[in-house]
């Protein structure tokens, strides 16, 4: 298992500022997922960020926008830049424990956005 | 594409049963996941399936079919505390999840 702590847990930001998000992990894990989760939809994964390398972005996502820093194992954070209404959501962050690449994913608590 | 359908939203009694299907179409297949989210907490991992057959996991099982692409998880003798929202998931050839959109399961007494 995991222990993931993320913050904030909420925030309220002012359209057009940039809010970083923090994901610490209790283990050291190769592979660290941000996901985003809009009011009543599921998950959507925006990037998967390994230590020492650039993250790797879905579509529709650009590192302009969601810049993400992966230091070491135990953490990581992604920018939500210039932000707008539009990026209003739940962001987690998340690891996969587990055997190969079949193992679960544990989340994170989930930063709470709203955007003016 | 790749899809994952389940239904938006369900209603059960408590203890009662109830099952929730889930339709996966994918480009390959390494496995159906299902997790468990209630309202404003993460996801949590609730079974894994790779193989046909129905996994039992106490209160929960989850089936599979690979020839049909389909999977149901399966809640019994349902509790209150299970009212949340149910989330199928399936690994595609890259080992990328697929995610549904969720069941909202509601629990009445």
């Known amino acids: 298992s995991a222990v993931i702590s993320q913050k904030p847990s909420r925030d309220i930001c002012q359209r057009g500022t940039s809010l970083t998000i923090q994901c610490q992990v209790d283990s050291q894990v190769t592979m660290m997922f941000w996901y985003r989760q809009q009011p009543g939809q599921s998950l959507t994964l925006i990037a998967t960020a390994n230590q020492g390398s650039e993250a790797t972005y879905e579509s529709g996502f650009v590192i302009d926008k969601f810049p993400i820093s992966r230091p070491n194992l135990t953490f990581s954070t992604l920018t939500v830049s210039n932000m707008s209404p539009e990026d209003s959501s739940i962001y987690l962050c998340?690891?996969?424990?587990?055997?190969?690449?079949?193992?679960?994913?544990?989340f994170g608590e989930g930063s709470r956005l709203t955007v003016l | 594409g790749q899809n994952i359908d389940q239904p938006t939203e369900m209603t059960a009694t408590e203890g009662a049963i109830v099952q929730i299907n889930c339709t996966y179409q994918?480009?390959?297949?390494?496995?159906l996941f299902w997790y468990q989210q209630h309202a404003g907490e993460a996801p949590t991992f609730l079974s894994y399936?790779?193989l046909d057959g129905l996994e039992e996991k106490g209160r929960f099982s989850s089936f599979l079919s690979r020839s049909k692409g389909y999977s149901y998880l399966l809640l019994k003798e349902l509790q209150m505390k299970d009212s949340a929202s149910y989330l199928c998931a399936a690994k595609d050839s890259n080992y990328q999840l697929i995610w549904g959109a969720g069941t909202k399961l509601i629990i009445k007494p």
């Open positions: 994918t480009s390959g297949f390494n496995g």
């Open positions: 998340s690891v996969e424990v587990g055997q190969g690449r079949t193992g679960e994913l544990f």
């Open positions: 399936n790779v």
